[in-house]
């Protein structure tokens, strides 16, 4: 199925949670927040959170410095 992270698809398998996919990416859970249908998804909620085909995420890291 196919999920779209900031507008841009990706391929995951059915039963895929927020967790694996943040994983799959690469990513690490510090400094990141993720939203669907432009509602944050608590971390704790990531392993909970089934996607579903055409969900649309927003991922929003944070970058330090000035």
Do not use: C
Request: hydrophobic share 45%; net charge negative.
């Amino acid at each position: 199925m196919t999920v779209f992270l900031n507008d841009k698809p990706h391929e995951v398998a059915e039963g895929t949670s927020l967790a694996a996919l943040v994983e799959r990416l690469g990513l690490k859970p510090q400094g990141i927040a993720v939203a669907i249908n432009y509602e944050v998804i608590p971390k704790d909620q990531w392993t909970d959170t089934l996607l579903s085909d055409r969900t649309e995420l927003m991922l929003i890291q944070a970058i330090s410095g000035g």
